[in-house]
Structure formats: C-alpha cells, structure tokens
C-alpha cells in the first residue's frame, strides 16, 4: 500500500525568508504523481505545485519549487521570499491511476506552517 | 467558471442522529469523491463515483455511511447514525480525469 509521511507537524518562519516542507512516500508503483496542496482556515484545497514521476525536472511555479528525488521516495516543497498569506496548512499527496481508469489520492498528515511578520 | 458546491458549511449533532451533506460538482466533471478529514489528519478517500458508478468505496464504513450519485451530477453522502468519531470535515471534490481536480471548502461536522 503506498503511504505518505511528512515528519514535520509544525514549521514557522520570517517573513521574506526561505522554508522547506519535507514529504517522503512509499510506493511500489512506477507511473504516478505527486502534488502539494494548501489548506487555509478556509478549508479550501488549493493545488500549489505538481510533479509528474516520469519528470527528472523539478517543478516551479513562482516562489515554490520542489525538490522531487525520485531513489529515495522524496518530495520536499520549498518557498522563498516567504508571504503572510503562505500561512497554511500543506499537504503532501501521492496520486497514481486506479484500475477503473480514473485517479486516487494519497495524503500525508500535513505540516503546519507560520509565517511571522 | 464555478467551483465544487458543498452545503452546509457546518453541523452540529447529537451521536445516533442522523447527517447528509450535499455536493455539486464543476459541471461536466465525471468522477466524484468524497474524502473524510479528521482533524489533525490528511483527507482519506471515503467512496469514488465514476458519472453515478461507484468504482471505489473500500472505505467507505457501509453499516452507517451511504452515498449515492443520482443522475451523475449531485451527490449526497449520509451518516445513520453517526458517532462521536465521525466528526470530521467533509471535503468533497470533482475532476474530468487527471487534471482539473478541484476540492470544495467541505462540511465540518461536530458530534456530540
């Protein structure tokens, strides 16, 4: 079964500063996703960023970027110039195909992050 | 273009009554799911309905939650009766297939 892990509960950092959130999944599948998501009091989950397994690149988009290796089962999610509105929940999730032809997430347990003025 | 539709927003109810939580996907999105969100905890796939088919529901607790996608379009996911550790919030989401997955702000349940 694959599992998501992310060994951080709760992370803060200073505004304008550079934070990383780790992820680590375990999976015996060779074709499949990974995604962080962010969840604000609002309870919306808001996709911040995408990675397809079959990629060697890292994705970016703006101020985040991953660091995806894809050996060692690691997904960790990198925000510079860190925002007050980056204060969140994240979550790091794993996707991969089902047999009906449509597609499952995983979750981890998500990280807290703070961001301080 | 609007977003997944979930009401209500929040619900407060005594342990062996009984729920439903209503969902209206992105028009067109043919797959439907339903995730459980405990606090503290990352969503969990509950059931996964492919137009009005479920094609996962493994789960999904059937001796006391139910679901159905009617006409494969709205959904309605139901608690008989619930307990104190089905509070949760319930997040509800839509996609076309790969891309496109879209969440709803959910339904945060209390029982007491």
């Known amino acids: 079964a694959q599992t998501v892990t992310q060994s951080q509960p709760e992370m803060s950092v200073q505004e304008a500063e550079t934070v990383t959130l780790s992820c680590t999944y375990d999976?015996?599948?060779?074709?499949?996703?990974l995604f962080w998501y962010k969840q604000p009091p609002s309870r919306q989950m808001i996709l911040v960023i995408r990675?397809?397994?079959?990629?060697?690149q890292n994705a970016t988009e703006n101020r985040f970027s991953v660091n995806f290796q894809k050996a060692a089962k690691s997904f960790s999610l990198k925000i510079s110039d860190s925002q007050l509105g980056d204060t969140a929940m994240y979550f790091c999730?794993?996707?991969?195909?089902?047999?009906?032809?449509?597609?499952?997430?995983?979750f981890g347990t998500g990280t807290r992050l703070k961001v301080l003025a | 273009e609007a977003g997944v539709a979930q009401s209500p927003r929040y619900k407060i109810i005594e342990k062996r009554q009984s729920v439903a939580f209503w969902c209206n996907p992105i028009?067109?999105?043919?797959?439907l799911y339903w995730y459980q969100q405990i606090l503290g905890q990352g969503p969990k796939l509950l059931i996964q309905?492919?137009?009005?088919?479920?094609?996962?529901d493994s789960q999904l607790p059937k001796d006391r939650f139910s679901a159905e996608r009617l006409k494969g379009v709205d959904s309605t996911l139901k608690i008989q009766p619930a307990k104190l550790e089905d509070s949760a919030v319930y997040l509800c989401?839509?996609?076309?297939?790969?891309?496109?997955?879209?969440f709803g702000s959910g339904t945060r349940l209390t029982v007491v």
């Open positions: 989401a839509s996609s076309p297939g790969l891309h496109g997955y879209t």
């Open positions: 999976t015996s599948e060779s074709n499949y996703y």
């Open positions: 990675q397809e397994a079959y990629k060697q």
């Open positions: 999730a794993f996707m991969k195909p089902t047999t009906s032809g449509t597609y499952k997430y995983i």
């Open positions: 028009s067109g999105h043919a797959t």
């Open positions: 309905f492919q137009n009005n088919g479920v094609v996962d």
